[in-house]
């Protein structure tokens, strides 16, 4: 009963700060890239309820813009990881011992790439950006998605179902197709919350250190390394776009083990 | 046997990590000395360069140029600096590999306890208490902490600089301090997550029988924890070390940025502004061989530590 209430609250969160950020596309309460320079470093009022920054810029459309950023950086990060890591995890699975060992060879060489190593190669040739953290994150994730499908599908594969459809005649391409993969693809979603949750902490880091969006694009990375340069002045701008990680993070990474929990036959029962 | 398998595995990796490294940065759309000259440099003059730098010859003979290179300690000579890229490195490893360890030691000494005692009072509310702050700890930019100790400790206590590195030759009192807040920043993070694979390792070896049967036996809970659960449990911590070792250097490469200290990460992002290739290619090299050979060492460490995998006498 907790557990059910603890992933409905996160999944309110996630799609609130979705819905924010698709909404930015379109509108936000102030424009994010006009400047104000009356009104800078505002307090809160009924208008910016979070005040305004050293542009004058209202701090909640300014994170509803860096939403924007993190989500979708997030979301190419995993969906490359999922589609990319996915297949070549069913190959390992399927294929023969030695087709095995190069495939797995091949998922921890790039396991050994951090997204920032590979985002700042990405930078040197073509100069940072939003789409080189994207990139740099799922690459990463490739093998991370390929690891837990091979292990998975392994389990799958050792079933009696498998060997009827194997001996129906079924190549092992269509058994890793139409049999294996529904039965891990929980497994697959419930790991591409966590996933989520891990691309949103990485694409701030990135964004901080200037190999993520560039300006004028708004990224709660940025905006912590803006804020940072007025610290003395302006603390409360450090805070928020923190915050706004924190909740998304915490929220997607519930989402995650909220939705484990109910696939793991271990809790079976134990939910309402 | 086993050891000669690993090292040939060690090896093979590491080789086809260079050749990504070197074919990355060759390949990659954007003319090496055009990117050093800029965009307006002379034709003639780039396709001197491109000649003193080697870029004419054919790749598999430069990528054994390079590899032969780095093997023998020569990582060439930095574009915008005009010195080895070795010696940069390993100036600049004074800091980073320092910090790293720092936080790895802090982040062990948080997690360790508070992941058996969570192991130990399993569902009780030690344990809910311990899982929650973990959750917490690991959604925590380490970014977002280094700014909340600079503004706590340095802009409003005024107890520590907001950044900066005094140099080991100020004595390594001062050293340490000024790399005290940024290996606290670093570690909380990898301590919350540290403390979940403690508990969940360890949780998992004391349903084992043989800890039930220490218990029958009239060993106590320390003992049956620190004697029977606790060795089956190094494996999996390890393995899941090695695994976030990669994060935990990005992380300080990140976190120096912070700090304002002049380590690794410094080097590689003013080396990416630059478009100094060959620096971001030595200090890419020298951070995923690392990761490799200390992903290998754990899993080694691993084996070794398990007293199920121990080959008996």
Known sequence: MRGSAGLGVAAAVLVSIIAAAVASLWWTPFPVDGF?????????????????????????????????????VAAGAVAIGLFVGTPLGLAAASSGRAGRAVLMLGSDIVF??????????LSTFRGPGAFNALIAIGIFYIPVFMRLTASSARR???????????????????IAAEHVLPVVAPILLTQAATQFAIAILIEAGLSYVGLGAQPPAVSWGRMLAEAQTLISLAPQLAVWPGLAIVVTVLAATALGEGLNRRLDPRFAGRHA | MRVLTRLAQLAATLFVASLIVF???????????????GMNAEPAAVAALRAEMGLDDPLPLRFVAWLGGILTGDFGTSGTYDVSV???????????????????????????????YAAVRRGRFADRAVRGVAEIGLSVPAVWLGLLFIYVF???????????????????ARALGALTLPAVALAIPQAAILARIVRTALTEAMDEDFV??????????????????LPNAWAPILTVVGMQFGFLVAGAIVIETVFNLPGLGRLLFQAVAQRDIVLVQGITLVVVATVVIVNALCDVVAVASNPRLRRGP
């Open chain 2, 212 to 229: 039930a049967l220490a218990r029958a036996k009239g060993r106590s809970t320390a003992g049956a924890v620190i004697h029977h659960a």
């Open chain 1, 36 to 72: 104000d320079m009356g009104n800078r470093f505002a307090m809160p009022t009924a208008a910016h309820p979070l005040g305004t920054d050293h542009y004058g810029r209202d701090v909640v459309s300014m994170l509803m813009a860096g939403a924007q950023t993190s989500l979708a």
């Open chain 2, 86 to 116: 070795l010696g940069l490195l390993a100036e600049r490893a004074r800091v980073s590999v320092p910090l790293a360890v720092y936080a790895l030691v802090l982040s062990v000494a948080l997690a360790l306890p508070a992941g058996i």
């Open chain 2, 154 to 172: 340095a802009v409003y206590l005024r107890w520590a600089p907001a950044g900066g590195f005094p140099g080991w030759d100020a004595g390594p």
């Open chain 2, 23 to 37: 074919m990355a940065m060759s390949v990659l759309p954007g003319d090496a000395g055009l990117l050093r000259l």
């Open chain 1, 156 to 174: 799958v594969l050792a079933l009696d179902f498998v060997d009827a459809a194997r001996l129906a005649g079924k190549s092992s391409a269509r």
């Open chain 1, 112 to 121: 050994a790439f951090p997204a920032l190593i590979v985002a700042a190669i």
